[in-house]
């Protein structure tokens, strides 16, 4: 079984170990930045809920205005 990580650039596969030191470093950096992003969009997701429970809140509390 081949566990080797693999990277696609432009449709072609590519083995990690098989690219050039600076390759190797582009892709750590996309690894990174690819984290970096997943976790500001979990915190994104929980700052949302917490907002649209606060605004839900407020419109509770808010006197009825009638129309």
């Known amino acids: 079984m081949d566990d080797e990580i693999e990277v696609t650039v432009d449709g ?3 083995k990690l170990s098989e690219l050039s030191e600076a390759a190797q470093e582009q892709v750590a950096n996309l690894q990174f ?11 994104l997701a929980v700052f949302q809920t917490a907002r649209n429970a606060y605004q839900s809140v407020l419109q509770q509390l808010v ?3 009638p129309q």
């Open 33 to 43: 930045v690819d984290a970096q992003m997943a976790e500001l969009n979990a915190k």
């Open 12 to 14: 072609i596969s590519y």
């Open 63 to 65: 006197p009825r205005v």
